[in-house]
């Protein structure tokens, strides 16, 4: 570099944001966040990187920018192998790419590089497509999504719980008035089919059929590491959405009960059952008397 030449700071974010340009590093150099650090278009580029002897400087870029974004499809792959089991590599990849630019990396972290790829085939769904494959496959990477940010996010190890024989001992009259804190990791999730069932399979190494289209309601969460799913019934998903809402159980219980069909002595079995196997299962943290929960909304 010749005397006067800028800090080495200010060329990783002029590089940083050439080679990380979805239209290109031509497109980088002549990007505001590039010119922001360094005023070099892609004529002059030889004023910051030298030529070698094979490769121009564009193209001494253009590979690390191509590694850039093979990395990126790398963990996207990662992130989605029921979906790229559905669509085939290539298509995939091409749908990746297309996200990519779409919505670029803007994150420190890989974790949430594939946060809006179910948004953006939704979006980008053609008006011709047939519609039950279009759900499935937007279902599909809504559920991957899904158990990627239970598996990162924080979750109810090392904590006690709520054992089915604690709440258990929680006077009726009690219980109602209170809150049940639920466990970090669970969240809720409504779907058109039963995808959840195609993921195990394939996930499993098997080469499974996509299911038909059916309503399907999920509460996902981890435990012990493992990402679980647990299939409920519209009362079910109604009565933990209202939990997680931060809603007393008394009225939690009630909003389920507008979509129970049977009499009120069954409904009333159901929920003793149902909070039974839910503690269990390790989805509550604690119950409390007082308002002291924060409120979540875990529920898609």
Not at 121 to 134: F, G, N
Not at 139 to 146: I, V
């Amino acid at each position: 570099m010749p005397n006067g030449a800028p800090e080495l700071d200010r060329i990783q974010r002029w590089m940083q944001a050439v080679i990380a340009h979805p239209a290109g590093v031509a497109a980088g150099c002549a990007s505001d966040e590039a010119r922001r650090q360094l005023d070099v278009d892609a004529a002059g580029l030889e004023r910051v990187v030298t030529r070698s002897s094979t490769l121009l400087a564009a193209e001494r870029l253009a590979v690390y920018a191509n590694a850039y974004y093979a990395r990126l499809l790398e963990c996207l792959r990662e992130e989605y192998p029921a979906l790229v089991h559905t669509l085939g590599s290539e298509l995939f990849d091409e749908f990746a790419v297309e996200y990519l630019q779409r919505y670029p990396s803007g994150s420190y972290t890989l974790h949430h590089l594939g946060a809006n790829f179910p948004r953006h085939l939704a979006e980008t769904c053609p008006a011709e497509e047939d519609t039950r494959w279009a759900n499935f496959v937007v279902d599909l990477a809504k559920l991957e999504r899904l158990f990627s940010e239970v598996f990162d996010g924080p979750g109810n190890e090392g904590a006690t719980g709520l054992s089915p024989e604690a709440l258990a001992a929680v006077p009726p009259e009690s219980l109602v008035e209170g809150w049940l804190v639920p466990a970090p990791d669970l969240h809720l999730v409504e779907l058109r089919s039963p995808v959840h069932e195609y993921v195990r399979a394939v996930r499993r190494g098997e080469d499974p059929a996509p299911p038909a289209p059916a309503d399907t309601l999920l509460a996902v969460h981890r435990r012990d590491y493992l990402v679980r799913r647990h299939p409920v019934s519209r009362p079910q998903y109604v009565l933990l959405a209202a939990i997680l809402a931060g809603e007393t159980v008394g009225k939690a219980i009630g909003k389920a009960a507008e979509h129970v069909e049977g009499d009120a002595a069954e409904y009333a079995a159901d929920l003793r059952d149902w909070f039974r196997d839910w503690a269990a299962e390790g989805l509550f943290r604690d119950f409390e008397l007082k308002e002291t929960i924060k409120r979540n909304t875990n529920s898609s």
